[in-house]
């Protein structure tokens, strides 16, 4: 088996809400003023977007980045990882089906660390090979997708479509490029975080963990403790 | 007062997800084959693009519509639509602050009903005077903006942006472009319609009161009775 | 006009999940040990729910807290308060209809403030009756209730049964019970709180203000400094 | 390997909305009449609840159901299941985490198709044996749980604690409860029905697929033709 099965997640940028900061700052500016739509319609100038995605950002009062939303589409991550993904309920998914979809030549995710060790690594493979075979051959037999797909190991990849809006994903990468979070969502994240700010660079621009977009760390005596170095760096809130 | 107090709802189409209708068909072309990101962005002809989107409206399998978001500047209605408008839950709304927005020269919603009497017109709008009167006197005398607003009328109208999916809107539409909507929510939904016509035609070709959509009427005995005339020319479900 | 017009928010506790903490519990320890359902629905002592909730609380894990939701019956408010309460989507509501629901005796909310001034509180007693007999003399016209409700202050009191789970309550708490809140949705948040309280002591412990809450202040330059007091108090973050 | 890796969904109720008809009899009151909390905290008979009741679900307008919540803990589902489940997005879930629960002895969900092929059974049995010793021997080796539940067929058993309100119920139980959906989590849907049915029997009575619910199938040339059957003994629609 070549290196297909070797875990690479794949983040492309499908589509957005056009012109995506200049659609918040129009509803930021409805909020605090008295303008009507013909003005809200006209493009502030740089400055004055940098300047009011700033203040919401820095308030917390973020409903307003509700309005830009983003679709990617996810290839080359886990059953496991997709089931991470689908638990951020403010989103919308389209995933490949497996009940309609016959997966007669599938990828598989392998961990970094048995990817490290050669000898594990063989194993594994091998075991691949073996559980695909075992799918192959219930599906031969006649029996349906959905049932031969309980055989298929986890790290089975999964193909997915997935949208959200700025806020919801400024939350999804807090949690999600943690150190903390499972190394694959992780990975999915971060890759996730590089194409949005190439469109909504200032919207972006400190997103991440929380520790870098809040200056906060919830993750207790867990925490990796880069926390800590960036207070010092970043200045402390309050 | 001038013709600026009539109910004029004006509705315009801020932004939304590039090219909507092929991420929505990139989508569904997701959930039931094996192809992969670089194909899904290649752009489908028309004619698959309508046979696709078809076949997920008839068969009620909308989620993949949810990828397509659609931004709306809204300016004219008064606060009672307003409170229609945000009980729709799956959507995002900035709305002009009542609290920290000073309405000294504010526009107010009449109903048809009232502008086809001429003398009770005249004692509406005289007395949407002295409402705005007394609104502008507790400014004067110190009153905040937040206390001043509870002597405004429901009529009073606002502003705002509000994003909504595209499967969101449809059941919008089906709820509010009803004959039985309030008169002002229904004006609403149906310059919304207009205007997601131009830039997704094939999504919301059959949108509508859900007699349209869906060739069903919820409203029993109080229905307006379009429905079955409807189910002549347009052949009984099932 | 008597004592009914002044400002009075009702709030009462119409229902709840079961045993709320014990749920909470159980879906506590059903994410991070290996029991079953039958050992599930055993209770754990008290001591052991209250080590469990608090730890979820601290590290911000506080989806287990969904599970168990609360149903309020609220009388008292304001439009405006209403409209602030169902901005908050995670929720449910069911609100008296000014559509269907004729007021020919309604009540109307009177800031402090305004309760404050004799003189001005007389005008806006007077203001109000004159509002009221307008709205009868619509109805008596013959014109529909949605339509005479246009003409009635936004300080017409409404009623509603709403329902939100532990986890969006406490963070309704954490914006509505701040001192930068509207006042009346600030009083209704304060009572839910005090109700909540009664049946849930352990979840709603530190509920509040995120001042509170979180030990964070978000409101900036705009913060009321109980925030930098408590810090002191309750010892600093991180 | 015992009959516990035979498939064996596992539904219990672990709590719910104290009295959930009366709150929902309350809130459908609240939105049609101007009585106060204290009235709409008297319990109505029980004609008066069943004909309230019936009305708002015959008429579509449902949002009432909300106020009424109900969980579950389940047990003996597979990975594929949990994924359809959890899809479900106006619902709370925990879930036993494969990242901190380590599955030295876990259960399996054979299908039904598997179960009736001896041969085959035999096979699949064995195949989850190897699998097993595969997962435990990655942990031997000092592996994390995450990177070695990578190995994991899909029909390995999760356990979860599940919350939904009564209008997400219905719907969960038309597109769940349907011919059409995969037979595991039908069978779970099946249950969790049959457990709410004894709490509340009325909201519940006609819940079920579409077809029963609605009179309406959706799934075309798919559909199972229960629905023709149905029509003839309940009346068409409309």
Redo the contacts between chains.
Sequence with gaps: MGRQEESVV?V?L???????E??VV???R?????I??RE??KKTDKETQRRLLAQIM????T??L??A?F?F???GI???A??HL??H??A??????????K?GKTKY???P??IKNKI?LK??KN?LK??QE?YNE?LE?G??A??A????????QI???V?M?ARALRHFFELRCCQRA?WEIREMANKMLLEVKKVAPIIFEKAGASCLSQK?????DLSCGL??SL?GRLGK??
């Design positions: 794949r492309e499908l589509s957005y809400t056009g012109d995506p200049a659609v129009a509803a930021i409805q909020c605090y003023s008295s009507g739509a809200l319609k820095a308030s917390g009062h409903s307003t509700e309005h939303s679709t589409v996810i290839e886990s059953r496991t997709e089931i689908v638990r309920r403010i919308s998914y389209s995933i490949q089906s497996g009940r309609y979809v997966r995710t392998i961990p660390e048995i594990v194993k594994y075991y073996k559980c075992f219930l037999l029996f349906k959905e049932d797909r309980m055989v298929q190991p986890q790290s089975v193909k997915a479509v949208t809006n499972q906060i760390c919830w993750e207790g926390y800590k207070r809130r309050g």
